[in-house]
């Protein structure tokens, strides 16, 4: 990032420049006469260590005829997020829900001028989006899927410090998908047979699964684990979405 100008008179500038903490910057300066005095090392790399605790920073430069400027710049100290229902999240999380939910986005609150920054949204499943919206045109959006379909959002974050965050959101509306095998054989839902049992599916998609005999209280089931002893089952899959 580059900010240059030729000072012709006194006043205060904003640079629109935005770093992150830890940043470096250099300040160079091109006069014929002699030099100008600044608050800042001249020719020098500059770190914005965590000293620097403020969101905006003045750099002060005077030149040998008396023209003073101020040049502002900012720190950013919080990558782009999202936020759903009242609740902020970090980047890199992957989040499940079983009906349509509504996502605002956020970049830092000191950033006065988000630009051209904003989020990139792609999908895969019964969705098909592939968009990009700005930040000072749009601040949020209901993530939908069709009834027993299921949709995966991705979204890019970024801003004017050059932070990016990525989330990854999947609208499921489709239970897991389970089979009764008997003697290798699959048998309908609420069937009998007079070999040992267990239910078939894919344990990447469950996040608990529970079963209960006769009617009793439910406890854990592992998947494929067999039932040998006569009696009535039931196993309840709940997909990381909340789906059963």
Known sequence: VAYSTTITGSGTFDTGIYFNQYDAMKITYDSSSDSVTCNFALNSTVYLSSAYTNSTYTITMTTPTGYTCNYLFHIVDTKPYIQIDGTSYSSGTTL??????????????????????????????????????????LNGLTLSTDEGTDTIYHLT?????????????????????????????????GGYSNEAVYLSYDANEVASALYSKDGSEYVTYSKENQFFEDGVYAVVLTDKAGNK
């Open 157 to 189: 974050l970024n801003d004017r410090a050059g932070n990016i965050s990525t989330y990854t959101i999947i609208i499921d509306k489709s239970p897991v998908e389970a089979v009764w095998v008997s003697d290798s054989k699959e048998i309908d839902n």
């Open 96 to 137: 499940y829900f079983n009906e349509n939910t509504y996502v605002s986005w956020f970049d830092d609150s000191d950033i006065t001028d988000s630009s051209d920054t904003g989020v990139a949204i792609t999908t895969e499943g019964n969705k098909i989006v592939d968009t990009f919206a700005k930040y000072s045109d």
